[in-house]
């Protein structure tokens, strides 16, 4: 397949100012008829033809000005039809088939209904179109298909007429005034109910919200259309945005591809993303519904309002919108927790996507399919950079960029360059060197070391931007860091300072400290960069338990059992330093179950060890390989001597976070340490942790501790595993996404066994290959189990490959993104590396891959 090259951009010859559609709808059988008011382009150059672009279906007509026409032809997916340089009406009918559409792209049969997803290129499966991000069209649509299997029809922008023939067919007309890319076309016809609501703007304007799900699920919608009201709220109060519709609606779909869409006026969501309530959804998942709703809302400005020029762009909308809802979350769930856990996501996929053979600048320069760049990288690694501009100007000023931003280029497809100027321009900021982000992939590593003299210390900081692929010898970057220097005498530091390092070394001095200061660095984690330092065991017991920066804290705790666990896993700890290096775990966590003054959702992250993903990506570091069974073997001792040696306090704070009340002051707090300290005992004490999860999960009153407690005995080789597994499948049979934690919680499991779990699951009735959610619930979990999946035989290597090639034919999306957990293989011990690189061959080899995983295959060897 064709490489497709950023710089090769050029506008489309042809505008398409009015767009008309009108469908016959039918699951197996959808004709669409298509009316394209085009004209020429007076900012690209004359062409006598148009191109518009095509992906399965056959032309039935072709009218040019009213008038049939045989001149068109095909070239490749596209359809070519010869045409004068003035103003011209196309119309166009197609004939496609949505139950056939397995690839969950353009028109598809979910369910019963009829849905749509066009983000990146899917439009052009529906009909043809110059099915591009900078080809804005005022979009109509009629709609008509039987009413009884379709009584709701929804598209974007506003309901013009509705009704119902008296021989049973129901029928639509939708009008949107805003000007639109074809991506952010949608349609959705089905039996649905909705939960509907109201939202009165800064304006005065009334909009009326629904969120549409099928009958049995309306009773947990409150939440989604509560975070839908506090995000509208939220982005008036912030960012000045006000919404410019009537109706905004959201519509669940069971099987979707990504998360969610955010389509103009008619979002589409991933069920995952809507539905909950006590009884079936855990905390987390209140949270993620609360943040993708806000997503999508926002992007009606950061998406809709001012799209893309093109794909490369993508990070201008998603890279900011995902800022965006992780300061609208910091905002509603409280900022240190969040912070924590965004930065733990990105380390967890962008850092080793960073690291490896996909990595790329969150602009990339090219791709063969699009598909493949909704990445962590441009997402979140996007939203960094953002934030990092956020930090050096400051909210005030970071607001005035914004706005100018939004000003200038509303109803337009801006590009990250826009972004950025408007930023100077709007904040004040010189952003020429800070542009790099752009353009340069890898994670910066930062290198701070102290030297102290007299009264003085020099903090020398060195930065090194590694290579990778296509790109070497790279710019020193501007990196803000923030940091404070806490005085050794009186723990205390005399306010914190955002350093800027913009070279490759540079030393900034510091005076009044009669002895060395403990540096707190990266706070709030201002940086997405790795810091590199020789710091004292000592140093970060007393950061994790005394940083006033809750980020800082939580990173010295970190810091220190990585220190500790990448020497062990390293086989470089003698004796001597194995058991400094556990005293001081073991002290550090103690002083965190003991802390009175600190909360229990802030203790309940401090207590959690880092990831063996992120342990692994430490081990791996400058070119060394990592042994993925040594690092479980050594965390899980960890594990295992930190619950021994602190059963005690353990105890205790279980008994006091236990008679904590669901809904009570604190309860989600204690939730967390709850199932955190199960983990502790699960390793040290396997018996009692099989008792003490047994009764939580008979006595609870709510998901977060239901599964929690699953999870725990999911791990254990213990009689109350298989009862409670029974239970919950018998309790929640028949509601998918409860299923779907079902599956997850064995393929994730520590359980020796979980691989031959997860042979089985793939067997059982309820697993479906077409249903990416559940597709995701058992591979993707299994993929990210570190233990089970890199069995030295390299069976869970071999398992995934084989569902790599039997998903993408159905849903090649979905099956690239199974490729990045074998493209790791150059990380890894040369036993395991060798299993995983011949499994990619595999693959590689297989006839008629499509090009969304070959492009991800191919990379991953090269
Ligand atoms: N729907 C996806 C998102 O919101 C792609 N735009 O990120
Ligand atoms: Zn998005």
Redesign the pocket.
């Known amino acids: 397949p064709a490489i497709i090259y950023r710089k090769d951009y050029r506008p489309f010859a042809w505008l398409v100012p009015e767009t008309k559609l009108d469908f016959e709808l039918g699951l197996d059988s959808t004709k669409v008829t298509a009316i394209l008011s085009v004209e020429p382009n007076p900012q690209a150059e004359a062409s006598g033809r148009i191109r518009l672009n095509g992906d399965g279906q056959a032309p039935l007509s072709v009218k040019v000005d009213g008038e049939a026409v045989n001149s068109w032809s095909v070239d490749g997916e596209d359809l070519i039809i010869p045409l004068s340089a003035e103003s011209h009406e196309i119309e166009i009918a197609t004939q496609i088939d949505p139950s056939a559409n397995t690839q969950l792209e353009g028109l598809y049969a979910s369910n019963g209904m009829l849905c749509t997803q066009c983000?990146a290129e899917g439009f052009r499966r529906i009909t043809y179109f110059p099915d591009r991000p900078d080809v804005l069209s005022i979009f109509s649509v009629s709609m008509r298909g039987p009413a009884d299997q379709f009584p709701v029809l929804l598209c974007n922008g506003n309901e013009v007429a509705r009704g119902t023939t008296d021989d049973g067919i129901g029928w639509a007309d939708w009008h949107d005034p805003w000007p639109k890319p074809s991506y952010l076309f949608a349609l959705v016809a089905g039996n649905l109910v909705a939960n509907s609501g109201t939202f009165t703007t800064m304006n005065g304007r009334e909009v009326t919200l629904n969120i549409w799900v099928r009958q049995e699920d309306l009773s947990r919608t409150d939440h989604a259309l509560e975070s839908l009201r506090k995000s509208m709220k939220w982005d008036e109060e912030v960012f000045g945005r006000e919404y410019d519709l009537d109706l905004y609606n959201i519509v669940a779909v069971s099987d979707f591809n990504?998360?969610?869409?955010?389509n103009k006026g008619l979002n589409v969501f991933n069920t995952k993303y809507v539905l909950a309530d006590e009884d079936t959804a855990t905390d987390a998942d209140y949270d993620a519904i609360e943040g993708v709703i806000a997503?999508?809302y926002f992007?009606n400005w950061s998406?809709n309002r001012v799209t893309c020029r093109d794909w490369f762009q993508l990070s201008l909308?998603?890279g900011f919108?995902v800022l965006r809802d992780q300061l609208f979350s910091q905002d509603m769930q409280g900022e240190a927790v969040k912070r924590i856990e965004d930065v733990r996501i990105l380390r967890a996929a962008q850092f080793p996507e960073d690291s490896g053979p996909l990595a790329h600048p969150i602009r990339p320069d090219s791709y063969r399919e699009i598909s493949n760049f909704?990445t962590a990288t441009v997402?979140n690694k996007g939203a960094e950079v953002i934030r990092m501009i956020r930090t050096m100007v400051g909210e005030a000023r970071f607001r005035q960029g914004t706005d100018l931003y939004f000003d200038r280029h509303d109803g337009e497809a801006a590009t990250c360059e826009d972004f950025v100027k408007a930023m100077e321009d709007g904040a004040e900021v010189d952003l020429s060197q800070f542009r790099l982000w752009y353009s340069q992939a890898g994670t910066p590593k930062v290198e701070a070391s102290l030297l102290h003299s007299g009264d003085t210390t020099l903090l020398a900081l060195k930065q090194e931007v590694p290579d990778t692929p296509g790109q070497s010898r790279k710019q020193p970057m501007v990196v803000p860091l923030k940091v404070a220097l806490f005085d050794r005498d009186t723990g205390k530091h005399s306010g914190e300072q955002l350093l800027i390092l913009d070279e490759a070394q540079k030393g900034f001095n510091f005076t009044g400290f009669d002895k060395p200061p403990i540096l707190s660095i990266n706070r709030g984690f201002s940086a997405p960069v790795t810091i590199q330092r020789d710091v004292p065991r000592d140093d970060l017991v007393f950061l994790a338990a005394n940083d006033d920066d809750s980020f800082a804290r939580y990173e010295a705790m970190q810091e220190l059992v990585v220190g500790h666990l990448v020497a062990a896993a390293r086989d470089s700890l003698s004796d001597t330093e194995r058991t400094a290096g556990e005293d001081a775990i073991a002290q550090a966590m103690r002083a965190i179950l003991a802390d009175e003054a600190l909360d229990d959702a802030m203790r309940g992250e401090l207590m959690m060890l880092p990831s063996q993903t992120y342990l692994l990506e430490q081990v791996a570091r400058d070119g060394a390989t990592a042994d993925p069974g040594t690092i479980h073997e050594q965390r899980e001792g960890l594990k295992a001597l930190l619950g021994a040696r602190l059963a005690q306090p353990l105890r205790d704070i279980y008994e006091r976070v236990a008679n904590v009340p669901f809904n009570g002051e604190g309860a989600r707090g204690a939730l967390k340490v709850k199932t955190q300290v199960l983990t502790y005992v699960a390793a040290s004490d396997p018996e009692t942790a099989a008792e003490l999860a047994a009764r939580q999960y008979d006595q609870a009153d709510n998901m977060t501790d239901r599964q929690g407690a699953l999870m725990v005995l999911c791990g254990l080789d213990h009689p109350e595993r298989t009862h409670k597994l029974l239970d919950f499948y018998t309790r929640y049979r028949g509601n998918a996404l409860v299923i779907d934690k079902w599956f997850t919680l064995q393929a994730l499991s520590l359980h020796p066994d979980a691989l031959e779990h997860v042979k089985a699951l793939a067997e059982h009735p309820d697993f479906n290959l077409k249903n990416p959610n559940r597709v995701r619930s058992l591979y993707m979990a299994f993929a990210g189990n570190p233990y089970a999946f890199h069995v030295e035989s390299g069976e869970g290597y071999r398992l995934i490959a084989d569902l790599i090639l039997a998903l993408d034919p159905i849903n090649p999306q979905t099956a690239a993104r199974f490729v990045p957990s074998l493209g790791k293989w150059r990380k890894i011990e040369p036993n395991r590396s060798e299993l995983m690189r011949s499994e990619l061959e595999r693959i590689r080899e297989a006839a008629k891959l499509s090009r969304d995983t070959y492009e991800q295959v191919a990379r991953s060897l090269d």
């Open positions: 983000e990504m998360g969610a869409m955010e997503h999508e992007h998406g909308k998603e919108t909704y997402y």
